[in-house]
């Protein structure tokens, strides 16, 4: 079989053989459960070290034989290729610790864009957050009321209007108090 790019799972039965032919080289099992994965994917190559293919072994032994290495895999362990035919040994649980790593980096990421594109709130949004203020707000002063409305004001307004009225403010001449 030929993988040049993607991912599969491969499960071969023990006595049958099974040959999976990249770019970086041939991975041959007898009676092994384990992964290829060749894809030009940031995940996979941050994740592995800079590698374009990862062969993770599940159970049994892998054989991988590239330009210059031949290397057995076996159960709970990883081989990262780099494009250069570097070979790095590494065990799967660390190896899924990386990609988990990295998937909590690109939700994160997402979540941000998420909230960069979040829809404007609506009247029932502002209608409760109102009522949120009033609550805490209710048994305050005046001017305490004032203070705490002032905050979220400001809150609300983007980072680039503060930065302007902070540059506004620094502009205006102070008046001289005489004495």
Do not use: C, N
Not at 1 to 6: N, Q, S
Not at 55 to 76: D, N
């Amino acid at each position: 079989m030929r993988l040049h790019r993607g991912e599969a799972w491969f499960k071969v039965v023990p006595g049958a053989q099974l040959r999976v032919r990249t770019p970086f080289g041939v991975a041959e099992a007898r009676g092994a459960e384990f992964i290829v994965s060749l894809k030009e994917d940031e995940m996979v190559s941050r994740a592995a070290g800079g590698t374009g293919l990862v062969v993770a072994v599940a159970s049994g032994i892998v054989l991988f034989q590239s330009l210059g290495a031949k290397e057995e895999i076996a159960t709970g362990q990883a081989l990262h290729v780099d494009r250069s035919g570097s070979v790095e040994r590494v065990s799967v649980a660390q190896h899924i610790r990386s990609l988990e790593a990295e998937v909590a980096e690109r939700e994160r990421r997402l979540e941000g864009l998420r909230r960069q594109t979040a829809p404007p709130p609506t009247a029932a949004d502002e209608a409760a957050r109102r009522r949120q203020v009033e609550e805490l707000t209710q048994g305050l002063s005046s001017s305490e009321k004032f203070s705490v409305f002032s905050f979220l004001v400001d809150r609300k307004e983007s980072k680039e209007s503060r930065e302007s009225d902070v540059i506004r403010s620094r502009r205006r001449p102070r008046k001289k108090s005489s004495a």
